[in-house]
């Protein structure tokens, strides 16, 4: 392949997006980070990311957005940004005939996943790795899973399915009441979720998770520390049942704001008591299974870079092997 080929490469999040340059042989380069508050629109986005000075031609692109992804079309979940890869192409300006993706944003970290680093990465739990499947689970602005098979990811949107039995009866006795605010699993393993929680289990609202955070490693004895412990074991009860429904034999991989800063808090204790907490053949599998913190939030477009210089490369093989 061309090595002086370069590709537009994005993560689109509902907070923020990031978008970067990428090339086989300057891999991801001109990283950006924007605050989709700014912006009305995906489009917008590119357009003020396209409009740097001396920019190179872009021969493709790939976009990795947080929401579902049905063929060409887009739709954020957190957010009233869609259109369809057309529009994006357009608005790139990318040339006839060049590729552009558009792929699920958990999607792209399970892409990311056989070029991240040690630095990229940080163990929660040691286990036997078998087989080829891995599973991303996202916890940020919202909630979303991503199975990773071989070289494949798929996307999911688990986020909108109901809390498995045992998180939903351990949230239950948490609160003392019918816990009917968190109906779905993005309602409870979530930036908002987390802070809904916090005021159904103290009665006290909270601006937002990072000031939740703040309050719990100031004082390991307050209302903060009960919420985001209690809050981590029932994620461990969650990480559990996910393990016989994807089989992740490779490890759980968990990324997202929110997933960092809880797993990577005193609270991971709560979570892996959560996690061995169900007994049975259920336990057994869980105990086998690895446990992961992508560390660097920038990972997903590293995924997107992986598919678009793929596209490329495909494409130009195509060409050269046609008579």
């Given amino acids: 392949m061309n090595t002086d080929v370069t590709v537009l490469v994005g993560d689109v999040g509902g907070s923020n997006t990031r978008l970067a340059l990428a090339g086989p042989g300057i891999g991801v380069t001109a990283l950006k980070s924007f605050d989709n508050e700014c912006f009305t629109s995906l489009e917008e986005v590119l357009a003020t990311y396209r409009a740097q000075p001396d920019l190179p031609d872009i021969q493709g692109a790939c976009i990795a957005v947080a929401g579902p992804v049905y063929g060409n079309e887009y739709r954020l979940t957190n957010r009233n940004w869609h259109g369809d890869a057309g529009g994006l192409a357009r608005q790139l300006q990318l040339p006839d005939g060049a590729r552009m993706d558009l792929i699920n944003d958990l999607a792209a970290l399970g892409y990311a996943l056989p070029v991240l680093i040690p630095g990229q990465l940080a163990s929660l739990k040691a286990g036997h790795q078998q087989g080829d499947q891995a599973l991303v689970v996202g916890i940020g602005t919202g909630f979303n899973v991503a199975l990773v098979v071989g070289t494949q990811a798929a996307g999911a949107e688990l986020g909108h399915a109901r809390l498995p039995a045992s998180v939903y009866t351990r949230l239950e006795a948490a609160l003392g009441r019918s816990p009917d605010e968190f109906d779905s699993t993005e309602n409870l393993f979530s930036g908002h979720g987390l802070v809904r929680f916090h005021l159904a289990m103290s009665g006290a609202a ?62 991971q204790a709560q979570f892996l008591a959560g996690f061995d907490q169900i007994e049975g053949l259920l336990q057994a599998q869980c105990q086998k299974t690895p446990l992961w913190v992508i560390t660097d939030d ?19 093989k195509a060409e050269a092997d046609a008579p």
């Fill in 206 to 267: 909270i601006a937002g998770g990072a000031e939740l955070m703040e309050q719990y490693l100031a004082d390991p004895n307050s209302a903060a520390a009960r919420t985001v412990e209690t809050w981590a074991e029932l994620l461990g009860l969650l990480a559990c049942n996910l393990v016989p429904t994807y089989m992740p034999g490779q490890g759980l991989f968990f990324a997202g704001s929110v997933a960092r800063g809880v797993l990577n808090s005193p609270a």
């Fill in 298 to 316: 920038a990972a997903g477009v590293s995924g997107s870079a992986r598919v678009a210089l793929d596209a490329v490369r495909t494409g130009a």
